[in-house]
């Protein structure tokens, strides 16, 4: 299984598209760690700097509704995953987006609008970093070192085994 | 209570049920091309696990960097090349039979009613034109898909659009989706199969049909599905005539009990009346950023794009050569025609729409995907806009800084003329909409 959480990289929009998270010029890559400088490169967004990405070293996007629509493109799940980016929390996700992620085991977490409000209020005060309890099915935020929140998760059963799995190749090949 | 022709196929499909609501179907058509496939190939490989589920139900195509431009992308190339003659998939196409994937593999008769289909590409919704489940997946979906012929799903939800009224001149199924997307919004149809019914879609050609399908994906949708129905059978009978002893009416019997009952449920319910549609376009950076063409005033272009797997067709070519001919691209306007498969280029060619294209300023380009993507074969500049019949506008999708207005085949053509975006009313002469003996009106 992957390791989840790390420090928060906030990205106050809804509908990223895969575009944005790594443009298609690069996916001519035949290795993932070639997308690894790439990711996000093109996002046009207040406050965000993609070299932010190598120099934080972000572990979770916390994002607004329907991230990661537009292709089918694993290259963006790639991307995050080279760069040990393994979560992401958002409102919502486009399906194939969603899936990709689960399929590789990482986590695309879905929470209600309010929650994700409370996070971006959270991300003014200092630099926000989240801890996972995946078997609790808590996430617990602190800003600045400081535990201030925890929300709490839950994942379909079906993307449950998926993460423990590390993947859908590994669990389809096990069982058909 | 009833079934949607979705909850059907997926019902026939069942593989298994691991979880509650999650369905793993058995796949009848994986396709494959070389830009998502290398990498599940490639990890299969490591896995010590290169085996194909089906040498017959695997298809593949290099279509979208082709030929290649550089080193990578004829890496790419190779590595699907190499594959396919690994495991003898006679159904790939390679360059000189390449075409873009969801025009060339209908085209072959590899979609029927009732079918279930992946690819590792998110315009797959395309062929739920033909009554089948067709879904866009990623590369790991892709790759079990391809070692073991099953993928997971959600249970679906269907909105269902009901299409009516009669199609005004100059508004296309092109309009119609983009209208549709417009009040759907870009992820209304998350997690839902659309399915396009009504009149109008029973009135449509497959190639129209597909165009509609085709932006499904863009308004967050599964997949898209029409009925299939005679105009199907049609169309599919030159593969099928065989199989069904030319009984014609027994095919049209098999087509239709896929049908969705008239108590299935929906989700959603929505009507469409095409009579209240005039020619549009997307503005800004997203496909439900809709505006009518007549009201976008002085939004002049650098190029236009008339190609894809949503609108390079031949009844596109033949749409646009209608309202191009006779005419010059405006000065410092630069015209790409890619016609999506070689029958279609060949088809252009022989009908002379190659020619009308040519006298009037475009290049006509091989069948590719390139430019829709910004990959290769008309990549915009910082900058620059482009009236284009492809898919999708987000920033940079033409190339980095670049703007694309999604439109029809006619307006794309129109907008050529005119250097600006255009209402193609203007430049058609009046009739029944479709027909293809168009002459300008003004200039």
Same mark, same amino acid.
């Given at each position: 299984?992957?390791?989840?959480?790390?420090?928060?990289?906030?990205?106050?929009?809804?509908?990223?598209?895969?575009?944005?998270?790594?443009?298609?010029?690069?996916?001519?890559?035949?290795?993932?760690?070639?997308?690894?400088?790439?990711?996000?490169?093109?996002?046009?967004?207040?406050?965000?700097?993609?070299?932010?990405?190598?120099?934080?070293?972000?572990?979770?996007?916390?994002?607004?509704?329907?991230?990661?629509?537009?292709?089918?493109?694993?290259?963006?799940?790639?991307?995050?995953?080279?760069?040990?980016?393994?979560?992401?929390?958002?409102?919502?996700?486009?399906?194939?987006?969603?899936?990709?992620?689960?399929?590789?085991?990482?986590?695309?977490?879905?929470?209600?609008?309010?929650?994700?409000?409370?996070?971006?209020?959270?991300?003014?005060?200092?630099?926000?970093?989240?801890?996972?309890?995946?078997?609790?099915?808590?996430?617990?935020?602190?800003?600045?070192?400081?535990?201030?929140?925890?929300?709490?998760?839950?994942?379909?059963?079906?993307?449950?085994?998926?993460?423990?799995?590390?993947?859908?190749?590994?669990?389809?090949?096990?069982?058909? | 209570?009833?079934?949607?022709?979705?909850?059907?196929?997926?019902?026939?499909?069942?593989?298994?049920?691991?979880?509650?609501?999650?369905?793993?179907?058995?796949?009848?058509?994986?396709?494959?091309?070389?830009?998502?496939?290398?990498?599940?190939?490639?990890?299969?490989?490591?896995?010590?696990?290169?085996?194909?589920?089906?040498?017959?139900?695997?298809?593949?195509?290099?279509?979208?960097?082709?030929?290649?431009?550089?080193?990578?992308?004829?890496?790419?190339?190779?590595?699907?090349?190499?594959?396919?003659?690994?495991?003898?998939?006679?159904?790939?196409?390679?360059?000189?039979?390449?075409?873009?994937?969801?025009?060339?593999?209908?085209?072959?008769?590899?979609?029927?009613?009732?079918?279930?289909?992946?690819?590792?590409?998110?315009?797959?919704?395309?062929?739920? +034109?033909?009554?089948?489940?067709? !879904?866009? %997946? /990623?590369?790991?979906?892709?790759? =079990?898909?391809? $070692? *073991?012929?099953?993928?997971?799903?959600?249970?679906?939800?269907?909105?269902?659009?009901?299409?009516?009224?009669?199609?005004?001149?100059?508004?296309?199924?092109?309009?119609?989706?983009?209208?549709?997307?417009?009040?759907?919004?870009?992820?209304?149809?998350?997690?839902?199969?659309?399915?396009?019914?009504?009149?109008?879609?029973?009135?449509?050609?497959?190639?129209?049909?597909?165009?509609?399908?085709?932006?499904?994906?863009?308004?967050?949708?599964?997949?898209?599905?029409?009925?299939?129905?005679?105009?199907?059978?049609?169309?599919?009978?030159?593969?099928?005539?065989?199989?069904?002893?030319?009984?014609?009416?027994?095919?049209?019997?098999?087509?239709?009990?896929?049908?969705?009952?008239?108590?299935?449920?929906?989700?959603?319910?929505?009507?469409?009346?095409? +009579?209240?549609?005039?020619?549009? !376009?997307? %503005? /800004?950076?997203?496909?439900?950023? =809709?505006?009518? $063409? *007549?009201?976008?005033?002085?939004?002049?272009?650098?190029?236009?794009?008339?190609?894809?797997?949503?609108?390079?067709?031949?009844?596109?070519?033949?749409?646009?050569?209608?309202?191009?001919?006779?005419?010059?691209?405006?000065?410092?306007?630069?015209?790409?025609?890619?016609?999506?498969?070689?029958?279609?280029?060949?088809?252009?060619?022989?009908?002379?729409?190659?020619?009308?294209?040519?006298?009037?300023?475009?290049?006509?380009?091989?069948?590719?995907?390139?430019?829709?993507?910004?990959?290769?074969?008309?990549?915009?500049?910082?900058?620059?806009?482009?009236?284009?019949?492809?898919?999708?506008?987000?920033?940079?999708?033409?190339?980095?800084?670049?703007?694309?207005?999604?439109?029809?085949?006619?307006?794309?053509?129109?907008?050529?003329?005119?250097?600006?975006?255009?209402?193609?009313?203007?430049?058609?002469?009046?009739?029944?909409?479709?027909?293809?003996?168009?002459?300008?009106?003004?200039?």
């Amino acid at each position: 299984m992957k390791s989840f959480g790390g420090p928060v990289l906030f990205l106050n929009r809804s509908d990223i598209n895969t575009d944005e998270i790594i443009p298609a010029k690069y996916l001519t890559a035949v290795s993932k760690d070639d997308l690894k400088p790439h990711l996000l490169e093109d996002l046009k967004l207040d406050g965000f700097e993609p070299s932010s990405i190598a120099n934080k070293g972000f572990r979770v996007i916390v994002s607004q509704a329907n991230f990661g629509c537009g292709s089918s493109r694993e290259h963006a799940p790639w991307a995050l995953e080279v760069n040990q980016i393994t979560m992401v929390i958002a409102e919502s996700y486009a399906r194939i987006f969603r899936q990709n992620m689960f399929n590789g085991g990482m986590m695309a977490i879905e929470l209600p609008a309010s929650d994700i409000d409370s996070l971006f209020a959270l991300s003014k005060s200092g630099a926000v970093s989240c801890t996972v309890k995946l078997e609790s099915g808590k996430l617990c935020f602190s800003v600045d070192g400081h535990e201030t929140k925890t929300i709490s998760f839950s994942l379909s059963p079906f993307d449950e085994a998926l993460v423990k799995a590390g993947g859908w190749v590994e669990y389809a090949d096990a069982r058909y | 209570m009833g079934k949607t022709i979705t909850e059907k196929i997926f019902d026939a499909h069942l593989r298994d049920e691991p979880f509650a609501g999650t369905r793993v179907l058995s796949l009848d058509v994986v396709m494959c091309h070389e830009i998502t496939t290398p990498l599940a190939i490639m990890d299969l490989v490591w896995r010590k696990k290169d085996r194909v589920f089906d040498t017959n139900r695997i298809k593949a195509v290099i279509d979208h960097v082709t030929p290649s431009k550089d080193t990578e992308s004829a890496t790419q190339a190779k590595i699907l090349r190499d594959w396919a003659h690994r495991h003898g998939i006679k159904d790939f196409f390679d360059i000189g039979s390449n075409g873009v994937c969801h025009a060339i593999f209908p085209e072959k008769g590899f979609i029927r009613p009732g079918f279930t289909v992946i690819m590792g590409d998110s315009h797959t919704c395309t062929h739920g +034109a033909f009554g089948a489940f067709a !879904a866009g %997946v /990623g590369t790991t979906d892709l790759e =079990v898909g391809i $070692l *073991k012929g099953v993928c997971a799903f959600r249970a679906p939800k269907t909105i269902r659009v009901n299409v009516t009224g009669s199609m005004p001149q100059g508004v296309f199924a092109k309009d119609v989706i983009l209208e549709i997307i417009r009040r759907l919004t870009v992820n209304g149809a998350t997690d839902h199969v659309i399915e396009f019914a009504g009149p109008v879609i029973a009135a449509m050609t497959m190639d129209e049909r597909m165009t509609i399908c085709n932006m499904a994906i863009e308004a967050g949708g599964t997949s898209g599905v029409c009925m299939p129905d005679a105009v199907t059978r049609d169309f599919l009978w030159p593969f099928v005539k065989d199989e069904y002893r030319n009984d014609t009416a027994q095919a049209l019997a098999d087509f239709t009990k896929w049908h969705s009952d008239a108590d299935a449920v929906y989700a959603i319910s929505v009507t469409v009346d095409v +009579a209240e549609i005039e020619p549009v !376009a997307t %503005v /800004g950076y997203k496909p439900d950023q =809709v505006k009518k $063409l *007549k009201d976008l005033k002085d939004v002049k272009i650098d190029q236009v794009y008339i190609g894809s797997c949503t609108n390079g067709r031949l009844s596109d070519l033949t749409i646009a050569a209608g309202i191009v001919k006779g005419t010059k691209l405006a000065p410092g306007v630069r015209g790409i025609v890619s016609p999506a498969t070689p029958n279609i280029f060949r088809a252009a060619m022989e009908q002379g729409l190659l020619d009308i294209f040519m006298d009037a300023g475009y290049c006509v380009t091989n069948p590719t995907c390139g430019a829709c993507l910004g990959m290769s074969n008309g990549v915009l500049a910082e900058g620059e806009v482009c009236a284009s019949t492809t898919n999708r506008n987000f920033f940079g999708r033409m190339g980095k800084g670049g703007m694309v207005h999604l439109m029809s085949p006619a307006s794309a053509a129109a907008s050529g003329i005119a250097g600006k975006l255009t209402d193609p009313r203007g430049y058609m002469s009046t009739g029944k909409t479709g027909e293809h003996g168009t002459k300008r009106s003004k200039r």
